[in-house]
């Protein structure tokens, strides 16, 4: 079993740039494919990127292709969101996650196990 803890949230001008971390303790992170997705208001969770085991393979929804960069750090036990060129439309919960059911990457998100608790990104116009 991973404890998720998301941190880095807040509050920021469209166009300009957070990141976001999430933290594991427990098992170590490596022994799971990482994935992100946010909420809105009256809106479903939606995915937003996943990441390998190894780091080398990353997936990314195509409204952040571009603009978001998803790492991870298995030596620290931490996955990074970097958001770049923020938009207003981004503006959700942000949710770490973590799977032991993929092989590589899923936007799927039944098939991640554990979840955080979510850090607010508030991105104004």
């Known amino acids: 079993q991973v404890q998720l803890v998301e941190s880095g949230g807040g509050l920021v001008q469209a166009g300009g740039s957070l990141r976001l971390s999430c933290a594991a303790s427990g098992r170590t992170v490596s022994s799971y494919v990482m994935g992100w997705f946010r909420q809105a208001p009256g809106k479903e969770r939606e995915f937003v990127a996943a990441?390998?085991?190894?780091?080398?393979?990353?997936y990314y929804a195509g409204s952040v292709k571009g603009r978001f960069t998803i790492s991870r750090d298995n030596a620290k036990n931490t996955v990074y969101l970097q958001m770049n060129s923020l938009k207003p439309e981004d503006t959700a919960v942000y949710y770490c996650?973590?799977?032991?059911?993929?092989?590589?990457?899923?936007?799927?998100?039944?098939?991640?196990?554990?979840w955080g608790q979510g850090t607010q990104v508030t991105v104004s116009s």
């Open positions: 996650a973590a799977s032991s059911k993929v092989a590589y990457y899923s936007n799927d998100p039944d098939l991640y196990d554990y």
């Open positions: 990441i390998s085991r190894s780091g080398g393979s990353t």
